[in-house]
């Protein structure tokens, strides 16, 4: 961990960041939003393009306080919240106002008999009630600005406690004050410590336990700021804490640990403010697999969403999903305390040739960068480690160097280069006094350099002084117990710092009024119906995606007239509303070069349709376009994150494959190249075996031209899918050889 015993270890935050050239935050609620006269930005949809910060200082520090249910009696559940909520009170200055109808005083201090009695107005009430909603509904006339509802059995319970949770939410909304759960927890009135200082940790969990180890990093010296445990989320969500806390000076990284998101779109804003601020967002998100899911919906009544559309929508916004909370820990400590990078190469530095080639095996598998250093560096190195050890990348010094004078030597060498941004030390188990010099001479050098080292101590007893006092009591010194747990909080923190340099928010992008493409294209709509490949064809035409010449005709005559025009050899297919795979029906037929094969297609083709009780509109006959690689491009609706585009790998055998890369609206042309990029079978678009590399620029336009059309008909395109898409040779272009569309 990146941290101290004792908090006067750790640098002060302000003179820390501008040490390294870096400007700090101020704590600013809506930096990057409208002001509160300003209407807010919405996009072609109507959706918002900033994320709205709600105000929290109040909750979190609040001038006075009322426990609406206080207790005092022996053996009684509010007894004990009562005492905790005194005890925070008293540490963040607030005055506390118990409330009970039958208690004349709560631990000393006077009680009033409702809510109405209060003395003043509050800031935050506390509602220890089984049904928070009549308490709700007497606070609306009090101006309270926060409450916490702790009461369970709404929405995690089913359909009868979900629409007592809505009926709760409705009545939070029409009161004007903002609600913490139901099904919280008293995890936002913590003790935090208050003698550590640098960048923080903000935690926001959805189950209270589950922020039990980040909340523990503090007896490792890693200071935490906030905790929001958001329980069902009838009103506050995950996305508003985010928001709040990456505008907050003193929050270094934000951990979440979340069963499921209340509003996707509201997740992205947040997520983005983030990224804008180049605060980093470590989450734990579960229901990646269905037991996930369906433990995730009876735990929080929350949606899980598609895991894939939720994955891809977090690495577009930056946000760095983990998998296990001791990664959470670690990642989120590394990111918040580490200063920026200087550049992005990785040395391996041990005393074992075997320990530094096995961590430099997965180190590069999960594909950090390890260069190999110069001949001149190798060189300067071999001074001090002997001339048969490897010092390429991995260094090897053999294990006697570092009981000695040149330990320290290599270490600064090794952080001399210009190339090397992170130096990092596996010590797989304690081996005095070698080891305890060698951490000591690393703590040395991270105090005077402005690279990350880190450092893996293996031993599993962890009692070790080198491990306890030196490393623990580093500031600048990542400590880790695992290799697992290093190489994916490295890889994140040179992700998130490429990521985040340059950083513009796609939303400054998003288009705000309809396209003359939206106003074409809008007539061609049907309303809850399938339109014909002809039909939705029409659509992509509008929106300026090249199709192959093609008529659609309805008698064999027309259909030889039509191949005359179009040009042999043809394509045939059949063309109607309900037609979705027309292949597995046998109605398409390929490489046609004469009228006589023309007209037995039609009669074919319409035979096997009324065979098959399926309505035509009309046979399409379509240039034969070959050459090229099949990709398909689409838009599905998102339950959580409305419409989604998904590109990959195309033709017959695209269910099989399953290569697919998705993003969610908005987003430019960095990312629908990323898309690509992220395909297993993306060397296909590069050529091999001979065929020339594909048109990946028309194939990025085709992508950013769809992204429009489901921004522009938002949810009333239920679905679309091109499929082939033709990618033609460079420069050639790309063709939608098929598409279906389904309006909503």
Same mark, same amino acid.
């Given at each position: 961990?990146?941290?101290?015993?004792?908090g006067?270890?750790?640098t002060?935050?302000?003179?820390?960041?501008?040490?390294?050239?870096?400007?700090p935050?101020?704590?600013?609620?809506?930096?990057?939003?409208?002001?509160?006269?300003?209407?807010i930005?919405?996009?072609?949809?109507?959706?918002?393009?900033?994320?709205?910060?709600?105000?929290?200082?109040?909750?979190?520090?609040p001038?006075?306080?009322?426990?609406?249910?206080?207790?005092?009696?022996?053996?009684?559940?509010?007894?004990?919240?009562?005492?905790?909520?005194?005890?925070?009170?008293?540490?963040?200055?607030?005055?506390?106002?118990?409330?009970?109808?039958?208690?004349?005083?709560?631990?000393?201090?006077?009680?009033?008999?409702?809510?109405?009695?209060?003395?003043?107005?509050?800031?935050?009430?506390?509602?220890?009630?089984s $049904?928070?909603?009549?308490?709700?509904?007497e606070?609306?006339?009090?101006?309270?600005?926060?409450?916490v509802?702790?009461?369970?059995?709404?929405?995690?319970?089913?359909?009868?406690?979900a629409?007592?949770?809505?009926?709760?939410?409705?009545a939070?909304?029409?009161?004007?004050?903002?609600?913490?759960?139901? +099904?919280?927890?008293?995890n936002?009135?913590?003790?935090?410590?208050?003698?550590?200082?640098?960048?923080?940790?903000?935690?926001?969990t959805?189950?209270?336990?589950?922020?039990?180890?980040?909340?523990?990093?503090?007896?490792l010296?890693?200071?935490?700021?906030?905790?929001?445990?958001?329980? +069902?989320?009838? $009103?506050?969500?995950?996305?508003?804490?985010?928001s709040?806390?990456?505008?907050?000076p003193?929050?270094?990284?934000?951990?979440?640990?979340?069963?499921?998101?209340?509003?996707?779109?509201?997740?992205?804003?947040?997520?983005?403010?983030?990224?804008?601020?180049?605060?980093?967002?470590?989450?734990?998100k579960?229901?990646?697999?269905?037991?996930?899911?369906?433990?995730?919906?009876?735990?929080? *009544?929350?949606?899980?969403?598609?895991?894939?559309?939720?994955?891809?929508?977090?690495?577009?916004f930056?946000?760095?999903?983990?998998?296990?909370l001791?990664?959470?820990? $670690?990642?989120?400590?590394?990111?918040?305390?580490?200063?920026?990078?200087?550049?992005?190469?990785?040395?391996?530095?041990?005393?074992?040739?075997?320990?530094?080639?096995?961590?430099?095996?997965?180190?590069?598998?999960?594909?950090?960068?390890?260069?190999?250093?110069?001949?001149?560096?190798?060189?300067?190195?071999?001074?001090?480690?002997?001339?048969?050890? +490897?010092?390429?990348?991995?260094?090897?010094?053999?294990?006697?160097?570092?009981?000695?004078?040149?330990?320290?030597?290599?270490?600064d060498?090794?952080?001399?280069?210009?190339?090397?941004?992170?130096?990092?030390?596996?010590?797989?188990?304690?081996?005095?006094p070698?080891?305890?010099r060698?951490?000591?001479?690393?703590?040395?050098?991270?105090?005077?350099?402005?690279?990350?080292?880190?450092?893996i101590?293996?031993?599993p007893v962890?009692?070790?002084?080198?491990y306890?006092?030196?490393?623990?009591?580093?500031s600048?010194?990542?400590?880790?117990?695992?290799?697992?747990?290093?190489?994916?909080a490295?890889?994140?923190y040179l992700?998130?710092?490429?990521?985040?340099?340059?950083?513009?928010?796609?939303?400054?992008?998003?288009p705000?009024?309809?396209?003359?493409?939206?106003?074409?294209?809008?007539?061609?709509?049907?309303? *809850?119906?399938?339109?014909?490949?002809?039909?939705?064809?029409?659509?992509?035409?509008?929106?300026?995606?090249?199709?192959?010449?093609?008529?659609?005709?309805?008698?064999?005559?027309?259909?030889?007239?039509?191949?005359?025009l179009?040009?042999?050899?043809?394509?045939?297919?059949?063309?109607?509303?309900q037609?979705?795979?027309?292949?597995?029906?046998?109605?398409?037929?390929?490489?046609?070069?004469?009228?006589?094969?023309?007209?037995?297609a039609?009669?074919?083709?319409?035979?096997?349709?009324?065979?098959?009780?399926?309505?035509l509109?009309?046979?399409l006959?379509?240039?034969?376009?070959?050459?090229?690689?099949?990709m398909?491009?689409?838009?599905?609706?998102?339950?959580?994150?409305?419409?989604?585009?998904?590109?990959?790998?195309?033709?017959?055998?695209?269910?099989?494959?399953h290569?697919?890369?998705?993003?969610?609206?908005?987003?430019?042309?960095?990312?629908?190249?990323?898309?690509?990029?992220?395909?297993?079978?993306?060397?296909?678009?590069?050529?091999?075996?001979?065929?020339?590399?594909?048109?990946v620029d028309?194939?990025?336009?085709?992508?950013?031209?769809?992204?429009?059309?489901?921004?522009?008909?938002?949810g009333?395109?239920s679905?679309?899918?091109?499929?082939?898409?033709?990618?033609?040779?460079?420069?050639?272009?790309?063709?939608?050889?098929?598409?279906?569309?389904i309006?909503?």
């Amino acid at each position: 961990m990146l941290g101290s015993t004792h908090g006067t270890l750790t640098t002060d935050f302000r003179a820390r960041v501008e040490a390294c050239g870096e400007t700090p935050r101020t704590a600013v609620h809506s930096s990057a939003a409208p002001s509160a006269d300003d209407a807010i930005p919405v996009d072609v949809s109507g959706r918002p393009l900033h994320a709205d910060v709600p105000d929290l200082d109040r909750f979190f520090r609040p001038e006075s306080v009322a426990v609406i249910g206080a207790s005092d009696a022996d053996g009684r559940p509010n007894t004990g919240i009562t005492r905790q909520l005194i005890a925070w009170a008293e540490r963040v200055g607030a005055r506390i106002h118990p409330v009970h109808p039958t208690r004349a005083t709560v631990f000393g201090l006077a009680c009033h008999a409702s809510v109405a009695d209060l003395p003043e107005q509050v800031d935050l009430a506390v509602l220890l009630v089984s $049904d928070p909603l009549p308490v709700i509904e007497e606070l609306a006339d009090t101006k309270v600005k926060f409450a916490v509802a702790f009461a369970s059995g709404f929405a995690e319970t089913g359909d009868a406690g979900a629409a007592a949770q809505e009926r709760l939410a409705a009545a939070v909304e029409r009161s004007g004050l903002r609600l913490l759960g139901p +099904n919280t927890n008293l995890n936002a009135f913590e003790e935090f410590r208050d003698d550590l200082d640098g960048p923080a940790i903000a935690l926001i969990t959805q189950s209270g336990h589950q922020g039990r180890p980040v909340y523990t990093l503090q007896e490792l010296g890693i200071r935490l700021s906030h905790w929001a445990p958001t329980g +069902n989320e009838a $009103d506050l969500e995950t996305s508003d804490f985010i928001s709040y806390f990456a505008e907050q000076p003193e929050v270094g990284a934000i951990a979440c640990y979340v069963e499921g998101l209340k509003d996707g779109r509201s997740f992205l804003l947040a997520a983005d403010r983030a990224a804008r601020n180049g605060v980093p967002v470590v989450a734990v998100k579960v229901g990646r697999t269905e037991t996930g899911a369906r433990m995730a919906a009876s735990h929080t *009544g929350k949606l899980t969403g598609a895991d894939t559309v939720v994955d891809a929508a977090m690495r577009q916004f930056g946000v760095i999903r983990v998998d296990g909370l001791d990664e959470l820990q $670690d990642t989120a400590a590394l990111l918040a305390r580490a200063r920026r990078p200087r550049a992005d190469g990785v040395v391996v530095y041990s005393i074992s040739g075997g320990t530094g080639a096995h961590f430099s095996d997965l180190a590069t598998e999960a594909g950090l960068t390890l260069p190999t250093l110069s001949q001149a560096k190798q060189d300067e190195l071999h001074q001090w480690i002997p001339p048969y050890l +490897n010092v390429a990348n991995p260094v090897d010094n053999g294990g006697h160097p570092v009981g000695d004078w040149r330990g320290r030597k290599i270490i600064d060498a090794i952080l001399a280069d210009p190339e090397v941004g992170v130096l990092i030390c596996p010590i797989t188990g304690p081996f005095p006094p070698m080891s305890d010099r060698l951490a000591q001479d690393l703590a040395d050098a991270a105090e005077r350099t402005d690279k990350l080292i880190c450092v893996i101590w293996g031993s599993p007893v962890g009692t070790e002084d080198a491990y306890r006092t030196t490393l623990l009591g580093s500031s600048r010194v990542a400590t880790f117990r695992t290799f697992g747990n290093c190489i994916t909080a490295v890889r994140a923190y040179l992700g998130h710092h490429r990521f985040t340099t340059g950083y513009r928010s796609p939303f400054d992008d998003a288009p705000r009024t309809p396209s003359p493409s939206y106003r074409k294209a809008q007539a061609l709509m049907r309303p *809850g119906q399938q339109l014909s490949e002809h039909a939705a064809k029409q659509l992509l035409r509008a929106y300026g995606i090249r199709v192959p010449r093609e008529q659609l005709v309805t008698s064999a005559a027309a259909a030889v007239r039509a191949a005359g025009l179009v040009g042999y050899p043809v394509v045939m297919k059949a063309s109607g509303p309900q037609l979705g795979h027309k292949t597995e029906l046998g109605l398409v037929k390929i490489g046609l070069t004469s009228a006589s094969q023309i007209r037995d297609a039609y009669r074919e083709l319409t035979d096997i349709a009324r065979y098959e009780n399926v309505p035509l509109d009309g046979i399409l006959v379509c240039q034969m376009v070959e050459r090229g690689v099949e990709m398909v491009v689409g838009v599905t609706q998102d339950d959580l994150f409305g419409p989604t585009v998904t590109v990959g790998l195309g033709g017959v055998l695209v269910e099989v494959l399953h290569d697919a890369a998705v993003r969610v609206p908005p987003f430019g042309e960095d990312q629908a190249r990323a898309m690509l990029r992220e395909l297993r079978g993306h060397a296909l678009l590069e050529g091999v075996r001979g065929a020339p590399p594909a048109d990946v620029d028309a194939l990025v336009e085709v992508i950013l031209r769809i992204q429009r059309m489901a921004l522009e008909f938002g949810g009333q395109l239920s679905e679309l899918d091109i499929n082939p898409l033709m990618v033609l040779p460079r420069g050639q272009g790309a063709v939608a050889l098929d598409a279906l569309a389904i309006c909503r």
